[in-house]
């Protein structure tokens, strides 16, 4: 399995050397990169947004589009020399359009974060009510943190999960659309493990007059592989990243209907960004060509099948996983059954190599900084070739450690597993 994928290109495994020229130029700088090799190696990766970007697009964004300056768009640039540059964003669009089958597609947006915010300023303006999931039930940041432009600016309106089944209280999203006129509904989540209802959202925001926002960038990759409902036929606008299950470079996204089209560009460039990164904008375009692939479905359906599992060991050794289950990469559990915070759980599984987060619970008791929850993602590990067998295990491996097992034990399995699956890859 891994092995096909590494002659797709698709292998996972970076165990990565500094190359002469940066070790000549700044051993400090080198030594650093070179220790967060070793940390990689010795642990399983199991943040929800981290995943291993693959070697293709590694080798796009060290390319020599690194260098180009390309402010604006395809055949309207403000600077020489755009030709190649120019082949290169169209073709990224076109790939998105067809992987997405979206109308439109903006490939500039550097991260998740600005690619809401252009979204946000293509449709709004400053003062308008939005509705969004409120943070404390798993909205980011962008969906109206007072630290964060979307709630400094913006009037945000919080909806969130019924405390019985932890499902998105729909009646409430609707309510709350009839009392307050939001020119905006924003549906996505950064926790919510379960696939979204994007035709009663629409609905919901047809009634209201107001536009459909989804904030996708976490299930990105499952939309490719078309393993939930994609969001784009019924959202005005798709805010998207392009480094988390897509496995493509650090960066932001955006689908859109035609109609919006030059909105959303003109929001991009020049309103809340200048010059593109062209390598970047590359290796997108290397990685939407990768994610149409059979392996990359293969991949997003370990990650799949792999977070079911392991949710199931998680609830056999006494967690609560939030409503129930899963049907993406996400599992998120209470973790207050077990008589400990999300802070504390978080510490115990990194002594033993699994790197998981701390998670804030819909209706958490807890401080903001302990939490009552742990939040984990199966990406990376499906990236590796770990598939549904080892994630349940990896689920019993974090049980038997919320449970107050010793570290030791685990950590030597997880050193295993990531030996074993990372050498099939490109060490
Ligand atoms: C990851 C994520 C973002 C932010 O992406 P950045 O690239 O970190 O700015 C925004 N919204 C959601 C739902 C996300 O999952």
Redesign the pocket.
């Known amino acids: 399995m891994t092995l096909t994928d590494a002659a797709h290109g698709l292998e996972a495994r970076h165990v990565w050397e500094p190359p002469t020229a940066l070790r000549a130029a700044d051993p400090e700088l080198a030594d650093l990169l070179s220790a967060e090799a070793e940390r990689r190696a010795n642990s399983l990766q199991l943040l929800a947004?981290e995943n291993l970007a693959t070697e293709a697009v590694r080798a796009a964004l060290a390319g020599p589009l690194i260098d180009k300056y390309a402010e604006g768009y395809p055949g309207h640039r403000h600077h020489t020399g755009c030709a190649v540059a120019d082949a290169t964003e169209l073709l990224a669009i076109s790939r998105a359009r067809a992987l997405f089958a979206a109308d439109h597609a903006n490939v500039q947006p550097r991260?998740?974060?600005?690619a809401?915010l252009a979204a946000f300023a293509a449709l709004l303006r400053p003062g308008d009510t939005v509705l969004a999931m409120s943070l404390e039930h798993g909205g980011?940041l962008?969906?109206g943190s007072r630290s964060n432009f979307s709630g400094r600016w913006f009037d945000v309106i919080g909806y969130g999960v019924r405390e019985a089944d932890g499902l998105v209280d729909l009646d409430q999203v609707r309510e709350l659309a009839r009392t307050h006129r939001p020119k905006a509904i924003i549906a996505?989540?950064?926790s919510y493990p379960r696939q979204l209802d994007w035709a009663a959202f629409r609905e919901i925001a047809d009634e209201a007059d107001a536009y459909l926002v989804a904030?996708?960038?976490?299930i990105t990759g499952l939309v490719a592989a078309g393993v939930v409902p994609s969001p784009v036929p019924y959202a005005d606008v798709v805010?998207a990243?392009t480094?988390?299950l897509l496995r493509g470079p650090?960066?932001?996204l955006l689908l859109c209907t035609a109609e919006l089209a030059d909105r959303v560009d003109r929001a991009v460039f020049p309103f809340t960004q200048g010059g593109a990164a062209m390598n970047e904008v590359a290796a997108k375009a290397v990685a939407f060509a990768q994610a149409g692939t059979p392996e990359f479905g293969a991949y997003i359906r370990r990650a799949v099948d792999g977070a079911r599992g392991l949710a199931a060991a998680l609830e056999r050794a006494g967690a609560r996983p939030l409503t129930g289950g899963t049907d993406t990469h996400l599992v998120t559990a209470d973790v207050a059954p077990l008589g400990l915070t999300g802070a504390q759980a978080e510490r115990r599984c990194a002594a033993a190599g699994l790197l998981l987060g701390k998670c804030a619970v819909p209706f958490d008791p807890a401080p903001a900084a302990e939490t009552s929850g742990i939040r984990l993602g199966t990406g990376a590990a499906a990236a590796l070739g770990l598939g549904a067998g080892e994630l349940a295990e990896v689920g019993e491996l974090i049980g038997a450690l919320l449970s107050g097992g010793a570290p030791a034990p685990a950590a030597a399995r997880v050193r295993e597993l990531v030996g074993e699956f990372g050498a099939t890859g490109d060490r």
């Open positions: 947004g991260s998740g974060t600005s809401m980011h962008s969906c996505g989540s950064i904030t996708a960038a976490q805010v990243a480094h988390k650090r960066g932001g």
